[in-house]
């Protein structure tokens, strides 16, 4: 399981380090289309991750060693655990400062995150705190937040 979780934690990191720059050069990212041959042989287009969207990532600054051993029973809890990091549409720090109190619904169905707002810092789930907001990609926004978003319980 722990090749897994650092295999997806590393295409996590390649992902938004791809996609996005940081808010003071707002400059989207290019990235190059897929080959349509590799080796002589042709390859269906698929549709990428930056072709669909938007999408806000609240992305944890924080290292899978330090989540509790045994918080995911399988990797698929692990995989909700990320999707939960994720939620559909573009919202900037601008925007969730003035959504305190309110949810967003995440990708993970029936799962929300909660905005607070506390002496003009916004926090996810009373426990997350933006560190690095307004990370614009091509397909969203990343935020850097200071801690992975725990199941409830946890």
Do not use: W
């Amino acid at each position: 399981m722990n090749k897994m979780v650092n295999l997806l934690l590393v295409g996590l990191v390649l992902f938004l380090a791809a996609c996005g720059q940081t808010a003071s050069n707002p400059e989207v990212v290019e990235v190059n289309e897929a080959p349509t041959q590799v080796s002589g042989m042709a390859v269906e287009p698929t549709t990428s991750l930056l072709e669909i969207g938007p999408f806000t990532v609240f992305a944890p600054a924080y290292k899978y060693e330090d989540i509790p051993q045994g918080t995911f029973a399988t990797p698929k809890d692990f995989i909700d655990a990320l999707r939960s990091h994720i939620v559909p549409g573009s919202y900037l720090q601008a925007d969730l400062l003035s959504m305190d109190g309110q949810s967003i619904p995440t990708i993970l169905e029936g799962k929300n995150i909660n905005i607070t707002v506390k002496d003009g810092t916004v926090y996810i789930n009373d426990v997350a705190m933006l560190t690095q907001p307004d990370i614009l990609a091509q397909n969203g926004v990343v935020h850097v937040i200071d801690q992975f978003l725990l199941p409830a319980g946890e």
